[in-house]
């Protein structure tokens, strides 16, 4: 099962689950989303590599999350433009409480454009 809150749904994101640890979501491109430059904004690429990596630990029966972020680190290698964001994130550890997740934000021709990681606190 995949998170459900507002925010997510606002944004449009697709999600697919390819393993317990591994998934993909991916979003459409709207033009409210561009900076000044007229390239994606670093905050939508930022949001959706959070939320990506935030799934891949399964939310609750009720569709809820039972991981914050405490920490998150993104790399922009490349202006993004098109249509369409994917993301692909796994779980690199897991303890008890702290998850380490990565994550690779690619555009609609595959071209990679940020790299993402973080640390996230699982909710008992």
Do not use: M, P
């Given at each position: 099962m995949f998170i459900e809150q507002p925010f997510d749904q606002f944004l449009r994101f697709?999600?697919?689950?390819?393993s317990d640890t591994h998934v993909t979501v991916s979003m459409p491109v709207e033009p409210l989303y561009l900076n000044s430059l007229g390239i994606i904004h670093g905050g939508i690429i930022s949001s959706l590599a959070d939320v990506a990596m935030c799934n891949t630990i399964e939310?609750?029966?009720d569709n809820k999350q039972k991981a914050v972020t405490v920490d998150l680190n993104i790399s922009f290698l490349k202006g993004a433009r098109g249509s369409r964001l994917i993301a692909e994130a796994e779980i690199i550890s897991s303890g008890k409480t702290l998850t380490h997740a990565?994550?690779?934000i690619y555009d609609e021709n595959t071209q990679l454009v940020a790299k993402a990681k973080?640390?996230?606190?699982n909710k008992q």
């Open positions: 697709e999600y697919e689950r390819h939310s609750d029966e990565q994550c690779l973080a640390v996230l606190f």
